[in-house]
């Protein structure tokens, strides 16, 4: 599965970011009337050095729910398939063998953030430039944000392993992230935004914390009074998510029985 989850986190990525780009940077250089298009005040948006960022973002506002399906998949395709058994006989070591899939996970998260970042940095990169806008990919900004990014979506596979170890249903889990992540959570961001109490709470949530760690993303946007966590913050709700996750999911069904 993971070759066909990157081939489409790729072309998923590539064509939002090229779209929007597109969009923007026409905008922004003039290519595109504004009156032409209803931008709800988007041109605005455009006016800056902020575009770049706000667009190669999309590789983990947007396909962090790749690496979390491979990491649920990871997990509960032992149980699925059965291969908890031989691989506990091969290594009693329960913590061991999660553990080690954990890691193995962070590492292949990582590799599909560089996918999807080839997708929005390259695609979106490639038609900024041909509009005339800076990619700013010479700023050392860009790069840390490229750098928080991978980093971000290494986080979200250990997330998926942890949430495959609490349920280990495969259907039942895949049904979770893609609710979740494709609607709960969207919603829940935007229905934190109308008060003040509500938006503390709201900057906690997975997606605001991926997008603090980040530090860019569109949906951040809808918001502009809203709080944000700290870069460092947002990796350490992201990583507590996922600790969580993984040692409850540890204590509930990993040391469970196995046939």
């Known amino acids: 599965m993971w070759w066909i989850l990157a081939l489409v986190l790729f072309g998923y990525i590539a064509l939002l970011a090229g779209g929007l780009a597109a969009l923007f940077g026409g905008l922004e250089s003039g290519a595109i009337n504004p009156d032409a298009v209803n931008t709800g005040g988007g041109s605005s948006l455009t ?3 902020s575009l770049p960022p706000l667009i190669y973002s999309f590789a983990s506002s947007v396909g962090y729910v790749f690496p979390v399906l491979l990491g649920a998949l ?9 291969t908890l058994t031989p691989t506990f006989l091969a290594t009693p070591k329960r913590g061991r063998v999660l553990g080690a899939k954990t890691i193995s996970l962070f590492v292949v998260g990582a590799a599909l953030g560089v996918v ?12 900024l430039g041909g509009f005339g806008v800076d990619p700013l990919l010479a700023d050392g900004e860009t790069w840390a944000l490229i750098g928080r990014t991978v980093l971000a979506m290494a986080l979200w596979a250990v997330i998926g ?15 979770i992230v893609l609710a979740f992540t494709q609607f709960v959570e969207p919603l829940l961001r935007f229905a934190a935004a109308f008060t003040e109490v509500t938006a503390d709470i709201g900057k906690f949530l997975p997606g605001a914390a991926s997008d603090a760690l980040v530090g860019a ?10 709080t944000v966590l700290e870069p460092w913050q947002g990796g350490l709700a992201l990583l507590a998510y996922g600790l969580v996750a993984t040692v409850g999911g540890y204590f509930i069904s990993w ?4 046939t």
């Open 255 to 258: 040391k469970r029985d196995v």
């Open 217 to 226: 993303s569109f949906f951040t946007l809808a918001s502009p009074g809203g």
């Open 161 to 175: 392993v942890g949430l495959g170890v609490l349920v280990p249903s495969q259907v039942a889990s895949i049904v």
């Open 47 to 49: 006016g800056l050095g």
């Open 116 to 127: 999807g970042l080839a997708a929005s940095v390259g695609v979106g990169a490639l038609v």
């Open 74 to 82: 990871a997990t509960t395709g032992e149980f699925r398939h059965q």
